[in-house]
Nanobody, 122 residues
Framework: VQLQASGGGLAQAGASLRLSCVAS????????MGWFRQAPGKEREFVAF????????YYVSSVKGRFTISRDNAKNTVYLQMNSLKPEDTAVYSCAVKTNNRYDVAGSYNYWGQGTQVTVSS
């Protein structure tokens, strides 16, 4: 599976961005999918997870109520709608396919995309 993330950019605090993660080479319709982010000098951090059906969603506490993960299995695509952006959201955001149990650890994921940069100015 190859994953291509896009939609990042420069935004002001309070603005919105929508990230997309398009999969190719294999259907991701039977896999849970996650978004992670990594800020400069920091560890990679779990952001959001969506189950294969789209019925289960989980978020890191710092983005709850602001970010929404969704998916369109017909398009083999996962999205991350980011509202009310804050400077601390600045990071490279990557999507990945969950192939193991825990949804909130990077080790449970395989097939990482290359990431898209999100920069939020105050």
């Amino acid at each position: 599976v190859q994953l291509q993330a896009s939609g990042g950019g420069l935004a002001q605090a309070g603005a919105s961005l929508r990230l997309s993660c398009v999969a190719s080479g294999r259907s991701i319709s039977t896999y849970g999918m996650g978004w992670f982010r990594q800020a400069p000098g920091k560890e990679r951090e779990f952001v959001a997870f969506i189950s294969w059906s789209g019925l289960g969603e989980y978020y890191v506490s710092s983005v709850k109520g602001r970010f929404t993960i969704s998916r369109d299995n017909a398009k083999n695509t996962v999205y991350l709608q980011m509202n009310s952006l804050k400077p601390e959201d600045t990071a490279v955001y990557s999507c990945a396919v969950k192939t193991n149990n825990r949804y909130d650890v990077a080790g449970s994921y395989n097939y990482w995309g290359q990431g898209t940069q999100v920069t939020v100015s105050s």
